[in-house]
């Protein structure tokens, strides 16, 4: 058996996370069975490489779109979905007000229309507007 992996069956991790102390070479080329092992253990002459505890950049890791599996939206809750429509429904409605596109009454009358789910998106309240003629030119 190699010796990285006898080590790396003793300390209970994979044999990446074993760490040979290169002043006792000989030692460990010497050492046969798992007592000799442990023992080298003991004197630190094999360490467990610890593990990485910032897991912010784990998570960042691996999420491309090449290994998410499941349609568009089923990776983004009902709630984050609502958040992400309403507040881009809102921002267009305050950018039409400033703009003086719409007078107010028809603003709070849309602004309570986006937030009964009236609308499917921007382009939906833009082409609301334009049917009714609402919005100034």
Do not use: C
């Not at 000989?26 to 897991?55: G, H, M, V, Y």
């Not at 009902?78 to 603003?107: F, P, Q, S, V």
């Amino acid at each position: 058996m190699d010796r990285k992996r006898l080590a790396a069956r003793i300390l209970k991790v994979g044999r990446n996370k074993v760490w040979f102390d290169h002043t006792k070479k000989k030692e460990i080329e010497e050492s046969i069975t798992a007592a000799d092992f442990r023992e080298l253990i003991k004197k630190k002459a094999i360490k467990k490489i610890p593990e990485k505890k910032n897991l912010s950049i784990r998570k960042k890791v691996k999420k491309g779109t090449g290994s998410r599996k499941g349609a568009k939206y089923s990776r983004l809750g009902k709630k984050r979905r609502w958040i992400i429509k309403i507040r881009g429904l809102r921002a267009e409605l305050k950018r039409l007000l400033g703009g003086d596109k719409i007078e107010k009454t028809i603003y709070k009358d849309l602004y309570r229309k986006s937030g009964g789910g009236f609308f499917r998106d921007k382009s939906h309240l833009n082409s609301y507007l334009e049917r009714q003629e609402l919005i100034k030119k």
